[in-house]
């Protein structure tokens, strides 16, 4: 089970930490990674272990995990407006490549998501 925290309302230029805590296995045996998604639009890659991020967040969000807490951090700074969306983290049992950790339907397991909105 992935339970996400840490969104919130944000002006423009501010940061926020999520976190996605799991219960169960220990989340050093999954793929992980943060997905985000607005309404009307398909889930869309954020980042994941060992520094893959999806372009529009180089240089602005970190992908961060504690293996002993069994948490993992998506650090966001820097926001813009059109990083507001629902963000999700994500567990797969598979080994991923670089390419493939982008992809959602490739993940097993889901959290419930965490609502991230940026003002302008």
């Known amino acids: 089970r992935l339970v996400e ?3 919130g309302l944000v002006q423009t230029g501010g940061s926020l930490r999520l976190s996605c805590a799991a ?4 989340f050093s045996s999954y793929a992980i990674a943060w997905f985000r998604q607005t309404a009307g639009k398909e889930r869309e890659f954020v980042a994941a272990r060992g520094g893959v991020r999806a372009d529009s967040v180089q240089g602005r969000f970190t992908f961060d995990f504690d ?11 820097s926001l813009k407006p059109e990083d ?12 991923l490549s670089t390419g493939q950790v982008r992809e959602a339907h490739r993940y097993d397991y889901w959290g419930q998501g965490t609502q ?5």
Do not use: E, P, W
């Open 67 to 77: 293996n002993d807490k069994n948490t993992v951090f998506l650090q966001m700074n």
């Open 23 to 26: 219960s169960g296995r220990a």
């Open 116 to 120: 991230v909105t940026v003002s302008s």
């Open 84 to 95: 507001t969306a629902r963000y999700y983290c994500a567990a797969s049992h598979a080994i």
């Open 5 to 7: 925290s840490g969104g």
